[in-house]
């Protein structure tokens, strides 16, 4: 992410250990649009963030939040504008590295992939941005799209339907042909 955005963090050492340490970020309309504009989007809208972080374990945190935000990307057949409106829970453990790692050791994915290594701030942009990238559909679809049959063939010959491709097409009439011997 651009150092623009370090206004947007929550400093390690100012979060209080027995304190919710809630935040409620609304992020300006400049921000929205260089997030869209790191994650392709067309427009990202009403966005914000809201939660806490609590101490987790001796020397961890974790961040509970709400994201909500309002996403708009090309339809992936006929490239018009597709919204949708996300809601997510965004939940992330951070734990203190035990070491750090040397470019020659390979180190081991945690299973939980919640878990992040603590730093000394929480950047709340980043968390925000990794979010919505994780929760964007993968192949958005405007409800009136539709693909249209898709012919292969060599020139001169009868080319092949999307019903030849398919191989149990055939299989209900060998079916009704079984039952009805007629």
Not at 25 to 47: F, G, H, M, V
Not at 157 to 179: C, Q
Request: proline letters at 8%; glycine letters at 4%; a negative charge.
């Amino acid at each position: 992410m651009p150092s623009d955005y370090q206004t947007h963090t929550l400093q390690i050492a100012n979060l209080k250990d027995h304190a919710d340490n809630a935040f409620d970020l609304r992020p300006d309309a400049e921000t929205c649009n260089r997030i869209a504009s790191d994650l392709r989007l067309l427009s990202l809208r009403k966005l914000s963030i809201k939660g806490g972080v609590q101490p987790d374990g001796q020397r961890g945190w974790r961040l509970s939040a709400r994201l909500g935000a309002t996403v708009q990307q090309s339809c992936v057949i006929t490239l018009d504008p597709v919204t949708t409106r996300l809601e997510e829970s965004v939940i992330r453990v951070y734990v203190p590295l035990s070491e750090e790692p040397s470019e020659n050791i390979e180190t081991e994915m945690p299973e939980d992939v919640n878990v992040d290594p603590l730093g000394r701030d929480i950047d709340l942009i980043e968390l925000i941005s990794e979010s919505i990238s994780l929760a964007l559909p993968t192949y958005p679809k405007s409800p009136n799209a539709t693909l249209g049959d898709t012919r292969v063939t060599e020139p001169g010959k009868t080319p092949l339907t999307d019903e030849d491709i398919k191989p149990f097409a055939g299989l209900s009439a060998l079916k009704a042909a079984l039952e009805n011997p007629d």
